[in-house]
């Protein structure tokens, strides 16, 4: 039987109890991003982009450039204050280019197809209003889309992923290795630049598979063998490590070696997001709130799923929603625990061969700690049932709901049914006042 939560039909704290199917995708979607309060676009393995409005779930634009997949995508808005803000967005696929569009008009804006290999990641940044991809070298350019300077060819397994760090330097993940970059501009007044590797972290054992930057301070990579390391985002020095992520036989404060023999599925980061408190891990089938001012795990729920994490986003009220292979968008909340007395030693057999003194100890440590810290627990308050395969990723719009994308080719709007349903009721009673039907009776 499955060790997985369950929860019934009474979903009290689930808003989301209404949802519109959006159609059109031909292919497993695979990634979604928010362009402003109310758009999104969506692509993956049939190439398209569709941009969305995620209030009413019409398609705006369906937009046709790319020949194979999508790799990459991300937004990129103007920074002119002269001029609307523009909203684009920037798509890689594996023919090899990377695509500007427009999201007011649906228009191709620009095209770049002078790279050796796929474009695995892109990242803007705002402040220097540049754009950088990764794939086997990592290119700088500006928003006229000119190269302003590029790596020379790191390796074979490529740049998978990015993110900004300050002094104009960026995090990039190849293999299992944490490259520095920094970032320089030419002191001649042109618009020339210049990339520079100034460091390599090779504190993983494995392939690094999530990437994500906490504040000015912190960021924190995640790796295929379950390893957590948070950094030091201005030195770069490893701050903290957590690697027992499977093993609940060992105590929170010793560190133990990694067990390769574990099943990679069972071990792996898939996926890692934070608040300035906690990172939120998926790991294999489970999610874990790790501590950053404890340095370590304060929650988990191991079985999460039935299936791997790929998902993981923290929502406002301490509230954390997943996503899973095995089709389901979960909804948890982070409750504190009542304080419990420690268990009592057990004696007899275990004594006989001076067991209960070692055990009275950890017992001991372990009340100690248990009164000191708070423990919390995820509760499981919302099962989201509407997808027929993995659900890839999705994108929280606070009131207006949750869209999910998923290897079934669909794309799901969850709404809050009730306030769904006000709005329906003042519209029609709108309508209802402006046609002159609505008679007052006293």
């Known amino acids: 039987k499955s060790s997985v939560q369950t929860i019934g039909e009474e979903q009290i704290q689930n808003p989301y109890t209404e949802l519109l199917v959006l159609k059109g995708h031909q292919d497993i979607v695979r990634f979604l991003v928010q362009i402003d309060d109310c758009r999104f676009a969506s692509a993956g393995d049939d190439g398209i982009i569709f941009l969305w409005n995620a209030q009413t779930g ?29 909203h684009l967005i920037l798509t890689a696929s594996a023919d090899r280019t990377v695509i500007v569009w427009d999201c007011t008009s649906g228009r191709q804006v620009q095209k770049v197809s002078c790279f050796h290999s796929t474009v695995k990641c892109l990242t803007v ?13 990592l290119c700088v350019w500006n928003r006229k889309l000119d190269l302003l300077c590029k790596t020379s060819h790191l390796t074979d397994a490529g740049i998978s992923a990015l993110v900004e760090l300050p002094k104009n330097c960026v995090a990039a993940t190849v293999g299992k290795e944490l490259v520095i970059f920094r970032l320089i501009a030419s002191n001649d007044g042109s618009e020339g630049w210049n990339v520079l590797e100034v460091k390599r972290l ?52 010793v560190q133990p070696e990694i067990k390769l023999s574990q099943s990679p599925n069972e071990t792996s980061v898939q996926h890692l997001t934070s608040d300035d408190e906690c990172v939120f891990a998926a790991v294999g089938k489970g999610i874990y709130v790790y501590n950053l001012q404890m340095k370590r795990v304060i929650a988990c729920q191991r079985t999460a799923h039935d299936s791997s994490v790929l998902h993981i986003e923290k929502l406002p009220n301490r509230q954390l929603i997943s996503c899973s292979e095995d089709g389901s968008v979960r909804i948890w909340e982070l409750r504190e625990k009542q304080q419990l007395p420690a268990e009592p ?12 003194r070692a055990n009275k100890q950890a017992n001991q440590a372990a ?5 000191n810290t708070p423990m919390y627990f995820l509760e499981l308050v919302g099962d989201l049932i509407g997808h027929s395969s993995a659900v890839q990723m999705f994108l929280y719009f606070g009131e207006l709901g949750l869209a999910t994308c ?26 209802l006042a402006q046609n002159g039907d609505l008679q007052l009776k006293f």
């Open 202 to 253: 090779v504190d993983h054992q494995d392939n690094i598979l999530s990437l994500v930057s906490v504040n000015d301070l912190t960021f924190v990579t995640g790796s295929h063998v379950g390893e957590l390391i948070v950094w030091d985002a201005l030195d770069w020095t490893k701050q903290a490590c957590e690697c027992n992520f499977w093993d609940s036989s060992v105590p929170p404060d």
């Open 406 to 431: 998923s290897a079934d080719h669909l794309i799901i709007l969850w709404k809050d049914g009730e306030r769904e349903s006000r709005l329906r009721s003042l519209t029609l009673f709108q309508k």
């Open 58 to 86: 019409e398609k705006l634009f369906e937009l046709h450039g790319h020949t194979h997949k999508i790799t990459a995508i991300a937004p990129f808005s103007s920074s002119d204050a002269s001029e609307e803000k523009n």
């Open 125 to 137: 940044l705002q402040r220097l209003d540049v754009w950088l991809s990764g794939g086997s070298d």
């Open 367 to 371: 009340k100690k700690m248990q009164d």
């Open 345 to 356: 030693v057990p004696t007899g057999f275990f004594n006989m061969w001076g067991f209960g």
